[in-house]
Structures are given as structure tokens and as C-alpha cells.
């Protein structure tokens, strides 16, 4: 009977059971939900706005900025703090048998009396033990203007963090942009490669039949091989740029380099409404995140030369205490004091220092904010020439290809006919091949030479324009 007992007790309870088989197929089906997202997200593609959404939320660089901002913030809050009272507790203990000191803490008890005018209890007096509680409050009222230094600079701070954060999100915004673009014109290049493959292993194989057939030598058929070995190492090459291109998109969106991206985006053709010359430069000059920090910066010199020329003026505090002297932690008597103190520096040897020192950084922030205008008015102009370039060669390079095309199947022609070389048509193959690989190079130059102009000018703050 025990036997059957024990074994009717291990019986697992139905109930128990049935909990157990709803939770697993609340697992699988939480967990099929899922990858059916995934997969219908893979299948909806990446697009350059959904790029760039995820580069601003999960790049580490944009944590970096979100830190710097945090930290000025702080900076802020302990510079308004300098206006506000500083209030100290403070307990001490003391036992000594110096004559001045127990005459002044029977005072400070309260329990000084006629005999401790003896003079034995002056010149030699017992040992005493003296337990002191205070608490102390001091206000500024003028502090040299030190505190108003400190709340203009925090400021300045948070704003030139507000400059890096949106300096950040514009460079973040182009390196997505280009990798996007780069990922693109990667996979095109692939695709070219692969039918550039296929032409040739076709072309070989016309041509091996026409050499059984005896209408071609045998050079003819080696020189095709050759070309068909050559499209297959930019087969190979191409696969390489495919895959460093999807690397470079996932490092500027923040994910593991080794994510699959389906991008969506074409790289058609596109006109973008550029401005002169100049005018981006007057845009740089006013809009670039840097300059804005240059300006803030040259603002913070001045204020810390304020700040020390303000330490040649007086300093003023209201300051009270409240004491509790005894023999005991809670025991004795109190006593308070209230006042006012103002303090004027007669001599200090470094004040001139100090003052120099602020006046030289506010030439020196000076002079760097010239230097900067020069640099940004260079980089402008450079951007500005890429991208009139890559304009330029837009045109061109499509011409080229519509001229390689009509070569193409002229000298094709032509050598099934028997009028021409194989090394023409393989010449016209080649460069039919390298004309629409100039085309696609011509386009994502134009690309991001105009998001390159828009960079330079602190204006590469929307997206649309290269939307397809």
C-alpha cells in the first residue's frame, strides 16, 4: 500500500499538464509572430529614410552627444548653485586643561561661576570636555560676479552641445547617405559583372562552335577566354564592394556589420536645385554647426575675461551660526550669531595673470574663428567643384554609354560577317562594359556630391531631395 501511495502521488496533475502545452504554444506562437515581422520587414525593404530614422536613434556617436548635453546640463545646475546658501552642520570634541581654552568653554556652557575666578582655577585649571554642535548658514550677495561668469558659460556649453548634436546628426546623415547610395551602386556593379559574365561565357561559346566549324583560328577563341576570365574577376570584385558597401551602411546605422540589408532605393537620374557658389558659402558661414561653436566659443572668452575683471570688486556674504556647547552630546548652552562680511582683495599677485590669461583666449578664440570661415569656405568651393564635376560627367558618361551600346552591336555584326577582328569586338565589349560601370559611378558622385555640398553648407538636414 505505501508502494501504491508514493506512486499515485508522482502523477502529474492534468491541469498542470494542459498549463504547461498552452504555454509552449503561446511560445511557439509569439516566436513565429516574430519572425513573420522580420521576414515581412526584409521583404518590405530599407529605405534611405528608414536608414538615416535608425542611424539617429542607434549610433554610438549620437549617445556621445546626448552625453555631452547631459554633462552641460550639470555644469548649469552647479553654477545656479552658487547663489544659493551653503549650510553646514559641524560637531567637535575637545578635552584639554589649557587655561584659555576651559575659561572660554565655561563660557560657552554657561557655567562659569565666582569661584573660577580663583586664581588657582585660572593658572591651572582641570581638565574639561567640551562637546560643540553648530550649524552654519552663509549667503552670497556679490560674489565678484564669479557665479554670473559661471551660469554664462554653462550656457554657452549647452548650446555649443546643442551645435555637436545637430554637427553629428548632419555627418551621420551623409555617411548613411553614401553608404546607402555606395550599397547600390555596388549591387548594380554586381549585376553588370554578372551579365557582362554572361555575355562573354556566350561569346566563347559562339565562337568555340565557329572554330569546330572551322570559320574562326584558334587565337580567336583564346582571346574570348581571356575576356571571359577578366568579367569574372570583376564578377569577383564586384561581390567584394557588394558586401564592404552593405558593412559600411550597417557601421553608419549602428547594427553588426554582418546584418542582410534589402535597400529598396534606385539611383536614377536626378536634379537637384543647386545653388552658386557663393551662396552656399554665405549659407556655410551662417548655418555650419562649427562656425556656431566658434562663436559660442569666442562668447565663453569674453565672459571668463568679465569674470576676471571681476575679481577686482568686492565680495559680499550674509552669514549666521547656531552653537551648542556642553559636557554632554545634548547638553549645554546655545548661542547664534548673525552678520555681514565684505571682503576686498587689497593685493593679489595673480589677478593680472588671470586677467591677461582670459584676454589672450578671447584673441585666440578670435583668431580661430577667422581660421575656421577660411576652412569652410574652402571646403564649399571643393564641394561645389565635385559636384558641378560629377554633374558634368553625368552627361558624358551617359552619352558614352548609348555610343558603347550602338559600337557594340555594330562590331558584333561586323565580326559574325567576318569584317573585323576579334580583337575589336573584345575591345567593344570591354568598353561597352566599363562605359556603364563610368555611368553608375557618374551617378552616385552626383549623389553624394550634392549631399556634399549640403554638408558644407550645414544644410544636410533633409533628406527628400534624394528620395526616389
Avoid: C
Avoid at 174 to 185: C, M, W
Avoid at 370 to 377: S, T, W, Y
Amino acid at each position: 500500500m505505501k508502494g501504491t501511495t508514493m506512486h499515485l502521488s508522482a502523477r502529474p496533475n492534468i491541469s498542470d499538464i494542459l498549463k504547461k502545452i498552452a504555454a509552449i504554444f503561446a511560445i511557439i506562437s509569439l516566436q513565429s509572430g516574430a519572425t513573420a515581422r522580420a521576414q515581412a520587414d526584409q521583404a518590405e525593404g530599407l529605405t534611405l529614410p528608414a536608414a538615416v530614422e535608425i542611424a539617429l536613434r542607434a549610433n554610438p556617436l549620437i549617445r556621445a552627444t546626448t552625453s555631452g548635453r547631459e554633462m552641460a546640463d550639470s555644469k548649469m545646475n552647479e553654477a545656479r548653485a552658487g547663489r544659493l546658501p551653503l549650510v553646514q552642520f559641524n560637531e567637535t570634541f575637545a578635552r584639554s586643561n589649557n587655561p584659555v581654552f576651559v575659561f572660554g568653554s565655561l563660557l560657552e556652557q554657561g557655567r562659569f561661576s565666582a569661584q573660577n575666578f580663583a586664581l588657582d582655577a585660572l593658572n591651572a585649571p582641570a581638565s574639561l570636555n567640551n562637546f560643540r554642535t553648530s550649524l552654519s548658514v552663509r549667503v552670497p550677495v556679490f560674489d565678484q560676479r564669479q557665479t554670473r561668469t559661471r551660469i554664462n558659460q554653462a550656457q554657452i556649453e549647452q548650446q555649443q552641445a546643442d551645435a555637436q548634436t545637430e554637427r553629428t546628426r548632419q555627418q551621420i546623415t551623409f555617411e548613411v547617405l553614401r553608404a546607402y547610395y555606395g550599397l547600390l551602386v555596388s549591387r548594380a556593379k554586381t549585376e553588370v559583372a554578372d551579365e557582362a559574365a554572361r555575355m562573354a561565357e556566350s561569346e566563347v561559346k559562339r565562337i568555340r562552335d565557329m572554330h569546330e566549324a572551322g570559320m574562326v583560328v584558334a587565337s580567336d577563341l583564346l582571346s574570348a577566354q581571356v575576356q571571359l576570365a577578366e568579367f569574372q574577376q570583376q564578377q569577383i570584385q564586384a561581390e567584394g564592394e557588394r558586401i564592404t558597401a552593405q558593412a559600411a551602411l550597417n557601421a553608419a546605422m549602428g547594427a553588426s556589420v554582418d546584418t542582410p540589408q534589402n535597400v529598396t532605393g534606385q539611383l536614377v537620374e536626378k536634379e537637384f536645385l543647386a545653388a552658386s557658389q557663393q551662396e552656399f558659402i554665405s549659407l556655410a558661414l551662417r548655418h555650419r554647426p562649427e562656425m556656431a561653436q566658434a562663436r559660442l566659443s569666442l562668447q565663453s572668452a569674453r565672459e571668463q575675461a568679465r569674470g576676471a575683471r571681476g575679481q577686482l570688486l568686492p565680495r559680499v556674504d550674509l552669514f549666521s551660526n547656531f552653537g551648542l556647547s556642553g559636557q554632554g552630546w545634548a547638553s549645554g548652552s546655545s548661542d547664534y550669531t548673525i552678520g555681514a562680511s565684505v571682503t576686498f582683495n587689497l593685493f593679489d599677485a595673480a589677478r593680472r595673470a588671470r586677467i591677461d590669461q582670459a584676454r589672450a583666449a578671447e584673441e585666440m578664440a578670435q583668431a580661430g574663428q577667422d581660421a575656421l570661415a577660411n576652412q569652410i569656405r574652402f571646403e564649399v568651393v571643393r564641394a561645389y567643384q565635385l559636384y558641378i564635376s560629377a554633374r558634368a560627367r553625368l552627361a558624358v558618361t551617359a552619352r558614352a554609354v548609348e555610343q558603347a551600346t550602338e559600337t557594340l552591336r555594330i562590331i558584333q555584326d561586323r565580326y559574325r560577317e567576318g569584317l573585323t577582328t576579334i580583337t575589336e569586338s573584345l575591345r567593344a565589349q570591354t568598353t561597352f562594359v566599363r562605359a556603364r560601370l563610368n555611368l553608375l559611378a557618374a551617378r552616385y558622385d552626383h549623389y553624394t556630391g550634392f549631399a556634399g555640398i549640403l554638408l558644407a553648407s550645414g544644410r544636410l538636414t533633409d533628406i527628400q531631395p534624394f528620395v526616389s
